[in-house]
Structures are given as structure tokens and as C-alpha cells.
């Protein structure tokens, strides 16, 4: 996948944040989108109420193709299907990412986010 970051277009990622109430579920267009703390600014996706979040706690590579999830050696870690992200893990299908004390559900099939 990394040898394709010059030639990729972005795909379609949806998110719904599973911690609230109001299970919004977003479209997120971005080639990479930065997941970080919410008093950062320029994060696509912003975990609310957490000091223990880095500013840049992570980020996607969201390609049609590839949809990569990269750690960002963050102290709290990233967690996707209840994994520890060391590095770069793959993000197929339907997933459940845990950053700090939140979690969103990610998929690039509207149809598949429940």
C-alpha cells in the first residue's frame, strides 16, 4: 500500500461514534484522516473529553483500495477489534476502534454500520 500514496484516490469511510447517545453516523471523504485529542485543531475525528488522547493519536489511510490504521506512538494505544495496534494494522470490512475510553465503529459499506 505505501508505495501507492502518489497515485490513490480516497474512498468513502463511515463512522459512527458508539459511546453516544445519538449514534450519528458520518461520511468521511479524506485521503487521511487524523484522529486525535478534541482541543486540537485540524483532526477529522475528535475524541471528546479525554486528556489522555495525543493530539495526533492516530490516523487512516483511506484509499478505494487500502484502508490502512496507523499508531501514532501514542501512550494510551489504539485498539481495533479489541487489538492492540503496533504500527499499521489493515482495516477490512467492519471494525471497532478504541481510542482511549471511546469507541467508533468504521466501515467503508454504509450498509454494514449498524
Known amino acids: 500500500m505505501d508505495y501507492r500514496f502518489n497515485k490513490f484516490n480516497s474512498g468513502v469511510i463511515y463512522c459512527s461514534n458508539r459511546n453516544s447517545s445519538k449514534q450519528k453516523t458520518g461520511a468521511i ?24 488522547i495525543s493530539r495526533r493519536h492516530c490516523l487512516i489511510i483511506n484509499s478505494i483500495d487500502d484502508v490502512w490504521l496507523y499508531d501514532l506512538a501514542s501512550t494510551t494505544g489504539t485498539y481495533v477489534n479489541n487489538e492492540r495496534v503496533v504500527g499499521k494494522v489493515p482495516l477490512i470490512g467492519r471494525n471497532i476502534i478504541r481510542i482511549g475510553g471511546t469507541e467508533y465503529e468504521m466501515t467503508n459499506d454504509k450498509k454494514k454500520l449498524l
Open 29 to 52: 471523504y479524506y485521503p487521511i484522516i487524523k484522529i486525535g485529542r478534541d482541543t486540537f485543531p485540524g483532526n477529522h475525528i475528535s475524541v471528546p473529553e479525554d486528556t489522555t
